[in-house]
């Protein structure tokens, strides 16, 4: 296949880029080249929002559900500081900009909202905000329902307010809804998003013209993809970048050719499977917190904690998970879940329990030129009681200092079978193995459960660090199994922390 410009509909035309490396950011391209600088750099690393964006494909292009639907079109607030320029291709980009041209008057609800609540103060996190409200928006406008207070916090969870201007936003936000509304005209980007399609054929091929730099290639199928990347396994796997990102702006790196996943279709769909939930691992985190939920409402909470919704929209579970780090919010629920991987190197595949994929830290189980195609997720049985929980230093958009996923399964009175797994605790997430034995067979009491909280200093011997000390990991860790215990007990339970905020968002939604 011959090289390809890389082709997206922005400022109401479609724009061909062939000059730019393949980790030039869209941030970088809107306020260097296009200079759209409307959109802020605040952080560069995906935790501030200053610089959200939505971004837009055909749903027929999307795969899974964790979008926001308009039309034909899926959309999805994001990160443009960590989003590579040519993950573009057959996309539509919006920003700030965009939203005054939306309506005849001066401002878009949205933004006219924010002016009437004073929501702006010094106004460099405005446009990142404004675009997040949008996206709120764009969904509760099509489902025709109006959020709440609680809704509108998480749905801003990843935007940080450096003048401490919550709660007038959070006004502003209500206030949207009153004003006389905008529709987002979808017509002309879907007639743009097609003709790109058109045209791209097979998948994108990108290397900027005029440099013997890295190449960029966006694969559409899984066999293509698996056949790319069993040839050249010292190329780095991109889904969401929101790890790669990092490496990118934080740490100067040379990720070398990347292959895309994101426009592999097979990779992102989340279906039942006999007993089984499969998740494609191209599935955004959004659209897989969203189907785990469906299964164990008690995930709620940590769904909603995993990040802000700029991250779970861009990022991947399959990616959290093959990325095994120690703390990873997915690979301790997975793993209390029972849930196995199914890896492919060119056209054969094997199954993996989760438990047994990390080796080391950083190390796995994936030989050179294997990747994670699914993961899968056995059922729920009724007889099962579970939780995750997250500790942090703030309650959003926050990276753990230790999470676990804890579930015991009971037959009458007695612990029948029993998996607890922690993040934070080790070199990698790791089942608690000792705390499980004092646990397997025993009554599901307090008894038992102090015996298991004893039995976890077995297990673990954490390092301290800026986010937690060992000795405050240990403590934690006893407490969160005597939490579970508490939720969990037969008599006189407390009520589960997820009972306290909204619900997650079902599939389908943002």
Known sequence: MMQQPISFYFDNRIVKIDDQPITATVLAWLRGVARRTGTKEGCAEGDCGACTVIVAALADEAGDAGGIRAGDLVLRPVNACI???????????????????????????????????????????????????????????????????????????????????????????????????????????????????????????????????????????????????????????????????????????????????????????????????????????????????????????????????????????GGNVANGSPIGDAAPVLMAMDARLVLQHGTRCREVPLDAFYHDYMRNDLAPGEFLRAILVPLPDPDTRMRAYKISKRFDCDISALSCGLAVTLAGETISRVRLAFGGMAATVRRARHAEAALQGAVWDEAAVRAAMVALDEDFAPLSDLRASRAYRRVVARNLLWRFWLETRRAAPLPSASVRVRPFATAGAA
């Open 83 to 317: 989003r590579f320029l040519p993950t573009l291709h057959g996309k539509a980009l919006l920003t700030i900009e965009d939203l005054a041209g939306m309506t005849d008057r001066v401002l878009h609800p949205v933004q006219q909202a924010m002016v009437d609540c004073h929501g702006s103060q010094c106004g460099f996190c405005t446009p990142g905000i404004v675009m997040s409200l949008f996206a709120t928006y764009l969904r509760h406008q099509a489902a025709r329902t109006t959020p709440d207070r609680t809704a509108l916090a998480h749905d801003l969870a990843g935007n940080l307010c450096r003048c401490t201007g919550y709660r007038p936003i959070l006004d502003a936000g209500a206030r949207m809804f009153t004003l006389p509304p905008a529709m987002l005209d979808t017509a002309p980007i879907e007639a743009a998003l097609r003709a790109i399609a058109a045209e791209t054929g097979a998948g994108l091929r990108y290397a900027a013209a005029r440099e013997a730099g890295a190449r960029f290639y966006a694969p559409r199928t899984v066999e293509a993809l698996a056949s790319w990347y069993a040839g050249r396994p010292e190329a780095t796997l991109l889904a969401g970048a929101t790890d790669i990102g990092l490496w990118v702006n934080k740490q100067f790196r040379d990720v070398g050719d990347l292959v895309y996943l994101g426009d592999v279709a097979a990779l992102r769909c989340i279906e039942p499977e006999g007993d089984l939930l499969r998740i494609g691992a191209g599935a955004t985190l959004e659209a897989a917190w969203a189907a785990l939920v469906g299964l164990e409402p008690a995930l709620g909470e940590m769904a909603l904690r995993f990040a802000g919704p700029p991250v779970r929209h861009a990022g991947t579970m």
